[in-house]
């Protein structure tokens, strides 16, 4: 799927990021992070869609549009750089992409993590379930929603 989108400086991540992008799920997801298989894998999914920010990137977004709906699978920007609006760039763009074929969007968040739930809540996602033990660690997920997208 193309990184088609309104703001410059979001791209469409690539392989040639690879290398950066297993740094970033390190220091963004020390739980359960994607390995380098994975990562490479989301990259070349059919109806996948992973935009980025910067050379080399300070974050990343990463979702599946499936028919109509759009399910977001991680949000990261590097601890370096947060509280600057970067997450908020990425968000707007991943919906402006994803808008081409969803019209609403599903996520899950682990029920420990304080941040990206305020950032989602900020962003007008809402709760709307919880899934106990949902993670290999036994930590909770909480179902969001966002709908229209
Ligand atoms: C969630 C994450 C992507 C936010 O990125 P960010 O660039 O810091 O976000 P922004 O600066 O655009 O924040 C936008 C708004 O979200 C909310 N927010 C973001 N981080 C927050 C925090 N730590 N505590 C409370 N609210 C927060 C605020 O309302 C913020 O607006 P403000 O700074 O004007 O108050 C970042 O914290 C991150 O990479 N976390 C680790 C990975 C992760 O857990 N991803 C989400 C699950 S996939």
């Keep these: 799927m193309s990184a088609a989108n309104a703001d410059p400086d979001v791209r469409a991540v690539t392989a040639a990021d690879l290398d950066r992008l297993v740094e970033l799920q390190a220091l963004c997801f020390p739980v359960e992070g994607w390995t380098r298989g994975m990562l490479a894998e989301e990259l070349g999914r059919p109806g996948g869609i992973f935009l980025g920010l910067g050379s080399p990137l300070v974050g ?15 949000i990261a920007v590097d601890p370096s750089e947060r509280r600057a609006g970067q997450g908020r760039v ?15 969007g599903w996520l899950e968040v682990r029920a420990d993590n304080p941040a990206a739930i305020a950032f989602y ?5 809402q709760q709307v379930g919880r899934r106990p033990r949902y993670y290999a660690d036994g930590t909770d997920a909480m179902l969001f929603r966002l709908d229209p997208l």
């Design 60 to 74: 990343y977004a990463c979702a599946w549009a499936v028919l109509d709906e759009l399910h977001l699978l991680q």
């Design 90 to 104: 990425l968000h707007a763009a991943l919906l402006r992409e994803a808008r081409r074929h969803a019209s609403a």
């Design 121 to 125: 809540l900020r962003h007008g996602w």
